[in-house]
């Protein structure tokens, strides 16, 4: 009877370790899922990772179409049928709107982390903020007095501009593979926005002053994402505010996307500075 308590005995002493080292090694797997969910969530190394593993090059290719088109015809309906005239307050509007959504997400956790603002100059995001909001006044005030066919064929000329800035700036060049389905796809557009087109001096005026800045912003934007492990999300909540007070300050005689007279002019000039 004692050697089978002692039996018994010795085996729940096993049963009672092995039980013990299996939650240390439960805790200790919980403990590196902790770790890593840390690392993928609150570092903006692992945001970045997050991005580009639930969204990829076609998932963002396909997103960024639909927006745009959406974009592109809720604001021509606004300023066409509604008969809204403020381009620039719109695009005010489209600013505050994204950046109350983005303070929910800030809020509730769910904005990706910044990178350490060291390793990005504050002048690189305040000039982005500055360009962003340049190129949408711009880019609503030549909707606003263009065809959408003339407004598409005005973008298509931005993609060249990329190009040839990069390769004068940064010496960057791009495969002959490329260029072709560049091209291709330029033309694709052209065709299907010939029938379209309506042509107006002014319109055509503010339509090719959009497509610098546009440009430029579309590179400033690709090289923070590139070198400073920032993601969409969070270098729109960093330059947002910049945009805004750009926005909110633009001249009047953007207002309403009608010349003034010189003297409004000035004083425009005087108040944006």
């Given at each position: 009877m004692a050697l089978l308590d002692s039996l018994l005995g010795n085996e729940a002493k096993?049963?009672?370790?092995?039980?013990?080292?299996?939650?240390?090694?439960?805790?200790?797997?919980?403990e590196e899922l902790r770790g890593s969910l840390y690392n993928d969530l609150r570092t903006?190394?692992?945001?970045?990772?997050?991005?580009?593993?639930?969204?990829?090059?076609v998932v963002a290719m396909t997103f960024n179409f639909v927006?745009?088109?959406?974009?592109?015809?809720?604001?021509k309906l606004v300023?066409?049928?509604?008969?809204?005239?403020?381009?620039?307050?719109?695009?005010?509007i489209h600013y505050v709107t994204a950046w109350l959504l983005l303070a929910i997400f800030k809020t509730l956790s769910i904005l990706p982390v910044s990178p350490p603002a060291r390793t990005t100059p504050f002048t690189s995001l305040f000039s982005l903020g500055a360009v962003m909001a340049f190129?949408?006044?711009?880019?609503?005030t030549s909707l606003k007095h263009n065809s959408v066919g003339f407004y598409q064929m005005a973008k298509i000329a931005v993609t060249p501009t990329i190009v040839l800035a990069e390769f004068i700036l940064f010496r960057k060049t791009i495969s002959c593979n490329k260029v072709l389905a560049l091209a291709v796809v330029s033309a694709g557009v052209a065709v299907a926005t010939v029938t379209d087109l309506e042509f107006n001096l002014f319109g055509a005026l503010i339509a090719i002053a959009w497509i610098v800045p546009s440009a430029v912003n579309k590179i400033l934007w690709s090289n923070l994402q590139q070198q400073g492990n920032w993601t969409a999300l969070a270098l729109m909540w960093?330059?947002?505010?910049?945009?805004?007070?750009?926005?909110?300050?633009?001249?009047g005689h953007w207002h309403s996307g009608q010349p003034q007279q010189p003297a409004m002019l000035f004083l425009d000039s005087s108040r944006l500075v």
């Open positions: 096993r049963f009672v370790k092995r039980k013990d080292s299996d939650a240390g090694e439960a805790g200790k797997a919980l903006s190394e692992g945001a970045k990772r997050q991005q580009q593993r639930f969204c990829g090059p927006v745009s088109v959406g974009i592109i015809l809720a604001n300023m066409g049928r509604v008969g809204f005239k403020f381009p620039i307050f719109l695009t005010l190129a949408s006044g711009l880019a609503n960093r330059t947002t505010p910049q945009s805004l007070v750009f926005s909110s300050n633009g001249p």
